[in-house]
């Protein structure tokens, strides 16, 4: 998918007085992880909340299990995620 691209402080990045468009499959994965449910007004039951949930006794294939499918629900396909430590890597 093609959109504004985000930084890591959450501004839209600019370029040259224009808003800078890019692929933001990673970005969107990012922000379906972090956010709670209810934060996406057309996708109120999206959300991860992956910040409450690491610390939480929640078991390391339960979070993978998790991310997957709030991922597949969001269209994407074909998502692999890997969980070590406090570390998540995902691939779409």
Request: glycine share 8%; proline share 1%.
């Amino acid at each position: 998918m093609r959109t504004d691209l985000i930084l890591e402080n959450g501004d839209l990045k600019i370029e040259n007085n224009d808003f800078v468009l890019g692929i933001s499959d990673q970005q969107n994965a990012e922000l379906i992880i972090y956010s709670e449910k209810g934060w996406f007004k057309l996708s109120p039951f999206l959300g991860c909340a992956i910040n409450s949930r690491l610390n939480s006794k929640t078991d390391v294939n339960g979070i993978t299990r998790l991310i997957k499918n709030e991922l597949l629900t969001d269209g994407y396909s074909n998502v692999q995620v890997l969980v070590q430590g406090d570390k998540i890597s995902v691939s779409i």
